[in-house]
């Protein structure tokens, strides 16, 4: 067996010794040391620099949820570089109870740190508790930061209260023709899965002064109308559109 292999059933197992344990404390009186240990293995782990442990540990803690592992994995989220290792982050801590990770995600949509917000949002839309509405505020829909507005963005169409709709819609609205392809895409999902409310948030764009503000609400319309469109396509072809002079409403 390779010290690799040796060191993910460390990770794995430490968890299992710790539930184990946790019912005989009775009678083993080293338990109480044993999984402070693990816990302490296992959060350490969430810093190697391999990315490939920092996943073990995070699956290993996802597998085993205890309250002490809240704080550390939202504070991993915050600076953790690679992707697959913040889903796994998101997952462990949708493994834990909301009363526990809420309060903890909430705090962080407050950071300076751009990653801390926009994780933090991208793990409350995973959760899906209504409780969290609130705290999705037009700052943090309008945030200068890019990956914060879209994780914003998606977070919010999850969690926006029946009637909410059209509010939240006029918010997004505002902001076509925002960053670049990847941004301006996920504006467009967002808008979309809104669903009609969001047709007459797009009104005021169709004659906006900008025609890449134009050319983006026919492109959501388009996407709204016909979902197996691709955003590539419906953009170049509004941008066609508004190029020649037509409003896009030609036919409706």
């Known amino acids: 067996m ?7 059933e460390e990770v794995v197992s430490m968890t299992v010794t710790g539930q184990d344990t946790n ?3 009775d009678t083993d009186t080293g338990t109480d040391a044993d999984v402070d240990t693990d816990a302490a293995r296992a959060i350490g782990g969430l810093a190697d620099e391999r990315a490939s442990v920092r996943l073990r540990a995070a699956l290993a803690i996802g597998s085993a949820p205890d309250p002490r592992y809240v704080g550390p994995l939202v504070e991993r989220c915050a600076t953790e570089p690679e992707f697959f290792v913040r889903d796994m982050l998101t997952w462990a801590l ?4 909301v009363t526990l990770t809420l309060p903890a995600l909430l705090h962080e949509l407050r950071s300076e740190r751009p990653q801390a917000r926009s994780q933090a949002l991208h793990t409350l839309s ?6 969290a509405w609130p705290a999705i505020t037009r700052a943090l829909l309008t945030d200068p930061d890019d990956e914060v507005a879209r994780s914003a963005w998606r977070a919010a169409v999850v969690l926006v209260p029946e009637g909410e709709e059209p509010a939240l819609a006029t918010v997004l609205a505002a902001q076509l023709a925002r960053g670049g392809h990847e941004t301006q895409l996920s504006l467009s999902r967002a808008l979309v899965a809104l669903g009609e409310p969001m047709v007459a948030a797009l009104l005021p764009a169709r004659t906006a002064a900008d025609p890449a503000v134009r050319a983006h609400a026919l492109a959501t319309e388009k996407l709204l109308r016909d979902p197996d469109t691709g955003f590539a396509f419906a953009i170049e072809e509004a941008k066609r559109v508004v190029a020649l002079g037509g409003s896009g409403q030609e036919g409706h």
């Open 23 to 25: 019912t005989r404390r």
């Open 2 to 8: 390779t010290r690799s292999s040796l060191r993910t």
């Open 126 to 131: 995973k959760i899906g508790d209504p409780q």
């Open 94 to 97: 949708n493994r834990h109870p």
